[in-house]
């Protein structure tokens, strides 16, 4: 009862400043308008909240209608005034831009480079697993119409090579370190108001792993945050790779295309058997047994 008091009294303290306000709206509105969609408030509780299974594995969140839904809420001729803006001020973002380099790889491509380096590691996943370069993109959809439309065009070709460069492993944990090291990386290479724009799919992407690890898998938590502090610091602390040409690096190894392209305190993290718990493919016990 004691505790129960302090709790009641504590709320009570912390609302102290609430000014209710009124509305005429039949439905749930606020100032958000990610909280006033219906679809991104059933997904994002779901993303966030939800076990995992086998049934829906975790790559499939991206299934669900969340990220069509966002794109419905932004303001495509508004971000594209922030992006010319930006090259107004930002004279290597103004030659990115300029250059629109589409990298031109198909999955054979990938056969001929040595192993140890960055081309074979990527060969490996698209033969061993069927991963594409494109995400799931069709070579033919890839357009870069305007500034927008070009980044849009060109960042899926390089979330796989970000795994590699940053240190994060190509599974459900490992997704950790690239989703926060590039949402570090545009924030300190970009104005606020750009980045914020280009990091809504990571904010929502990354938080989903962090909250489940933290709700669900206790045992996977020490890594989860390691690999939070370890993108972050990825992202601040290297050159603003989200506009490296990576065809240039592929015959390097990842070491050495880390410091071609100016990553800094980048290692490669293990996070396999993490993975394995967090997506219950085995029981903890037996997952950390195995190491």
């Given amino acids: 009862m004691e505790y129960?008091?302090?709790?009641?009294?504590?709320i009570k303290y912390l609302s102290r400043n609430i000014r209710p306000v009124s509305t005429t709206s039949s439905t749930l509105v606020s100032s958000s308008k990610y909280l006033n969609h219906p679809i991104v408030r059933d997904v994002v509780a779901t993303w966030m909240l939800r076990r995992n299974g086998?049934?829906?594995?975790?790559?499939?969140?991206?299934?669900m209608g969340l990220f069509p839904a966002i794109v419905s809420l932004q303001d495509d001729d508004y971000i594209e005034s922030l992006f010319v803006a930006e090259r107004k001020k930002n004279p290597r973002f103004d030659a990115w831009m300029e250059e629109r380099f589409i990298s031109p790889l198909k999955a054979e491509d990938f056969k001929k480079f040595p192993?140890?380096?960055c081309g074979a590691i990527m060969n490996r996943?698209?033969?061993e697993f069927g991963f594409e370069i494109q995400l799931g993109l069709a070579p033919e959809l890839l357009t870069h119409s305007n500034n927008y439309t070009y980044?849009?065009?060109?960042?899926?070709q390089l979330h796989d090579y970000e795994h590699i460069v940053t240190g994060g492993g190509f599974d459900s944990i490992g997704e950790i370190i690239p989703y926060f090291a590039r949402q570090a990386n545009l924030a300190k290479y970009l104005s606020p108001e750009l980045a914020a724009?280009?990091?809504?799919?990571?904010?929502?992407?990354?938080?989903?792993l962090v909250s489940r690890a933290g709700l669900h898998y206790h045992e996977?938590?020490?890594?989860?945050?390691?690999c939070v502090a370890r993108g972050i610091r990825v992202g601040q602390q290297s050159e603003p790779y989200f506009?490296?040409?990576f065809d240039d690096v592929l015959h390097l190894a990842p070491e050495e295309a880390r410091k071609a392209i100016g990553i800094r305190g980048a290692e490669d993290v293990d996070s396999a058997a993490a993975t394995r718990i967090f997506r219950e493919e085995v029981e903890p016990a037996e997952s950390l047994a195995a190491e």
Avoid: C
């Fill in 4 to 10: 129960a008091k302090q709790m009641a009294d504590s």
């Fill in 54 to 63: 086998r049934d829906w594995p975790v790559e499939a969140d991206h299934a």
């Fill in 115 to 117: 192993a140890g380096s």
């Fill in 125 to 127: 996943q698209i033969v």
């Fill in 151 to 156: 980044y849009k065009s060109r960042t899926p």
């Fill in 197 to 208: 724009e280009l990091n809504v799919h990571g904010v929502f992407g990354a938080l989903r």
């Fill in 220 to 226: 996977t938590w020490p890594l989860v945050l390691d």
């Fill in 243 to 245: 506009m490296a040409k």
